[in-house]
């Protein structure tokens, strides 16, 4: 379910709970697009899918969350490399 900018790039969970957000509070959808740099189908996309977005962004949030908790607890600071290391660059 990736959602694409007329940039050409992908859109995040974050940024796309930000549309679904603007767009809840009876933003209009053309305003949407124009503040964030989007093009209509995005949103459009963004909008059919509102359940697996909010799902995946709860996912990566506990997750964050759980992470952080665990590696709290065995007193090993948590930094943006090793978030990097552990949430953003592929598994192998």
Same mark, same amino acid.
């Given at each position: 379910?990736?959602? *694409?900018?007329?940039?050409? +790039?992908?859109?995040? @969970? &974050?940024?796309?709970?930000?549309?679904? #957000?603007? !767009? &809840? /509070?009876?933003? &209009?959808?053309?305003?949407? =697009?124009? +503040?964030?740099?989007? *093009? /209509? =189908?995005? !949103?459009?996309? @963004? $909008? +059919?899918? @509102? %359940?697996?977005? !909010?799902?995946?962004? +709860?996912?990566?949030?506990?997750?964050?969350?759980?992470? $952080?908790?665990? &590696? #709290?607890?065995?007193?090993? %600071?948590? /930094?943006? %490399?090793?978030? @990097? *290391?552990?949430?953003?660059? %592929?598994?192998?």
């Amino acid at each position: 379910m990736a959602t *694409v900018t007329n940039k050409g +790039e992908v859109l995040s @969970i &974050e940024r796309k709970v930000k549309v679904m #957000r603007q !767009i &809840e /509070n009876r933003k &209009e959808k053309a305003d949407v =697009c124009r +503040e964030l740099g989007l *093009v /209509n =189908c995005a !949103i459009q996309t @963004i $909008w +059919e899918n @509102i %359940p697996k977005v !909010i799902s995946r962004f +709860e996912q990566n949030s506990s997750r964050l969350k759980r992470f $952080w908790l665990q &590696e #709290r607890n065995d007193s090993v %600071p948590v /930094n943006g %490399p090793l978030l @990097i *290391v552990t949430f953003v660059l %592929p598994k192998f």
